[in-house]
């Protein structure tokens, strides 16, 4: 926690020092905002005594570095200017979902109804039915199957797509994955499917 709050402090004096800011001292803060969650500093650690905190408890914090630092190095116009330029290069956060390791079993598996969101259409006949509600979809896996590329990787196996849409034979699974517009690889049980370009749209 502590490390990518030092390096997002570093990267604020470097971006202040390329704008031309005189560099004002840094002091960085690791805040806590989930009310139920619990800090433990069993050694008592005197730096994370100092620098982790629940949220509700920054503004106590402030006074402290207030009497630290006495100098005024920004002034209140040029921390506003600060501001506008940060606000101006802002750019979007795109995640990575990839980088964030979701593990397959800790997903909601099968297809959602497109109607009341339940998980777990059967597929019969070659449409999905809903034991929720009754509805049923001729394509409500197509989002299933984009999940699944974007969160695992472009492709997929006969056996990964009956374990993530919850269909129990092979052959059923083979006419879903053949009805779409993939690219097919390998034989058998080794055939790998992926996704062309315009699967996604
Ligand atoms: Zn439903």
Not at 32 to 38: D, E, L, T, V, W
Request: net charge positive; proline share 6%.
């Amino acid at each position: 926690l502590k490390k990518p709050s030092k390096i997002q402090s570093l990267k604020l004096k470097s971006f202040l020092a390329t704008n031309n800011f005189p560099p004002p001292p840094f002091e960085y803060l690791v805040t806590i905002s989930n009310s139920h969650s619990i800090i433990k500093n069993p050694t008592n650690n005197k730096e994370v005594n100092y620098r982790v905190c629940r949220s509700s408890n920054i503004a106590f914090k402030i006074p402290t570095f207030q009497k630290i630092y006495r100098h005024e190095i920004l002034s209140k116009k040029e921390i506003k200017k600060a501001a506008r330029l940060l606000i101006k290069h802002h750019e979007p956060f795109v995640p990575d979902l990839k980088s964030m390791e979701l593990p397959l079993k800790d997903m909601s598996k099968g297809v959602q109804c497109p109607a009341c969101k339940a998980f777990g259409m059967q597929h019969i006949h070659g449409s999905w039915l809903c034991r929720e509600c009754g509805n049923l979809s001729k394509d409500a896996h197509l989002s299933a199957i984009r999940d699944y590329f974007h969160l695992y990787g472009d492709s997929i196996k006969n056996k990964d797509l009956r374990d993530f849409l919850m269909v129990d034979s092979a052959p059923q699974a083979k006419r879903i994955l053949q009805s779409l517009d993939l690219i097919q690889t390998g034989t058998n049980k080794g055939r790998v499917y992926r996704p062309s370009n315009n699967f996604f749209y």
